[in-house]
């Protein structure tokens, strides 16, 4: 199986620009996370999604949102982007059976300059 | 909020000496999964505990659940330069919660 897919790898942007990630999951996987790593702060949890509803959201500003498609796809935006928004953003897929495991992809590195 | 904890934040170990990280939660937690990321890498699932007092093995990596299911531990036998990278807990306090990771303990491993 394909693993966990995001696009772009790379991006750079201006403060206050508004940005859209995209993760494709491991293909049966209805399950997607999306976290932000920052060496300071370790992985956070922004959200998760599950069969195109959000399941639960992590404690970041209202300027991270998401969406999940039908075929499970997910993509995040970030708007008015902040300095501290730079960040590696990972996504994970997971399975719907036990052990839950969560299969993460390569991530994005985000510049907000 | 429910926090998840790790000791030591970073490790420095002469090849071949043993390694142990430990992972402590506020609440008591259904489950939890161990992770190691390699430096430029992502995080890569290792295990994942369920009941209470379980201890498993991987080779020279032994994971243990706490009797309470609030901390775990991973522990390193003979460490080897490709035990190198950062390794993080993670719980739930049920199946349908979101995953708290743990900030991580990063492993260097000296030849």
């Known amino acids: 199986k394909a693993g966990v897919t995001q696009t772009p790898r790379y991006l750079i942007k201006t403060r206050g620009q508004q940005v859209t990630l995209s993760c494709s999951p491991i293909?049966?996987?209805?399950?997607v996370s999306w976290y932000q790593q920052t060496p300071g702060q370790g992985l956070q949890f922004l959200f998760e999604?599950?069969?195109?509803?959000?399941?639960n959201k992590g404690n970041f500003p209202g300027r991270f949102s998401g969406r999940q498609f039908s075929n499970s796809r997910s993509e995040m935006n970030v708007s008015t982007l902040e300095l501290g928004d730079s960040a590696l953003y990972l996504c994970?897929?997971?399975?719907?059976?036990?052990?839950?495991?969560?299969?993460f992809g390569p991530g994005t590195r985000l510049t907000v300059t | 909020g429910q926090q998840v904890m790790q000791i030591p934040q970073y490790q420095h170990v002469q090849e071949g000496e043993d390694f142990t990280t430990y992972c402590n939660s506020s609440?008591?937690?259904?489950?939890i999964q161990w992770y190691k990321q390699r430096p430029g890498g992502h995080p890569v699932f290792l295990i994942q505990?369920?009941?209470?007092?379980e201890v498993k093995k991987q080779k020279r990596l032994t994971f243990q659940f706490g009797e309470a299911k609030k901390n775990s531990s991973l522990h390193i036998t003979a460490t080897q330069t490709t035990d190198v990278g950062t390794y993080f807990c993670?719980?739930?306090?049920?199946?349908?919660?979101?995953?708290?990771f743990g900030p991580g303990t990063s492993l260097s491993v000296i030849p």
């Open positions: 994970a897929s997971s399975s719907d059976s036990f052990p839950y495991e969560q299969y």
């Open positions: 609440t008591t937690l259904s489950n």
């Open positions: 993670a719980g739930r306090k049920t199946s349908y919660d979101k995953v708290i």
């Open positions: 505990l369920v009941k209470s007092g």
């Open positions: 293909s049966g996987h209805r399950s």
């Open positions: 999604y599950f069969s195109e509803t959000q399941r």
